[in-house]
């Protein structure tokens, strides 16, 4: 079974920084990463971050967030800094993936929980 897993979650301070890391896991023979999500209590899901065919921030994040590849690695990177309180939230990611047998498909991470509070 082909999964995303998150990584790099936790607590921190109002104006630390964080990296998330999303990996695949299963065999694929194709993926293409497309950005990192991100669920507050209470809210819907919300996009912080694409990459799938150009690279956008929505106003929330610009010039705090960065996300980033290594299609050597498989891997997509998201670089959070001067994080605030209102950055609290499940982040997620999303890619496809070209799965032997099954062809194309959307996958989602699990989730990774980020807490910025003093």
């Known amino acids: 079974q082909v999964q995303l897993v998150e990584s790099g979650g936790g607590l921190v301070q109002p104006g630390g920084s964080l990296r998330l890391s999303c990996s695949v896991s299963?065999?694929?023979?194709?993926?293409?990463?497309r950005g990192w999500y991100r669920q507050a209590p209470g809210k819907q899901r919300e996009f912080v971050a694409r990459?799938?065919?150009?690279?956008m921030y929505p106003d929330s994040v610009k010039g705090r967030f960065t996300i980033s590849r290594d299609n050597a690695k498989n891997t997509m990177y998201l670089q959070m800094d001067s994080l605030k309180p209102e950055d609290t939230a499940v982040y997620y990611c999303?890619?496809?993936?070209?799965?032997?047998?099954?062809?194309?498909?959307?996958?989602w991470g699990q989730g990774t929980l980020v807490t910025v509070s003093s």
């Open positions: 999303n890619a496809v993936v070209g799965v032997p047998g099954q062809g194309y498909i959307e996958v």
């Open positions: 299963g065999s694929i023979f194709s993926i293409s990463f």
């Open positions: 990459i799938s065919s150009d690279i």
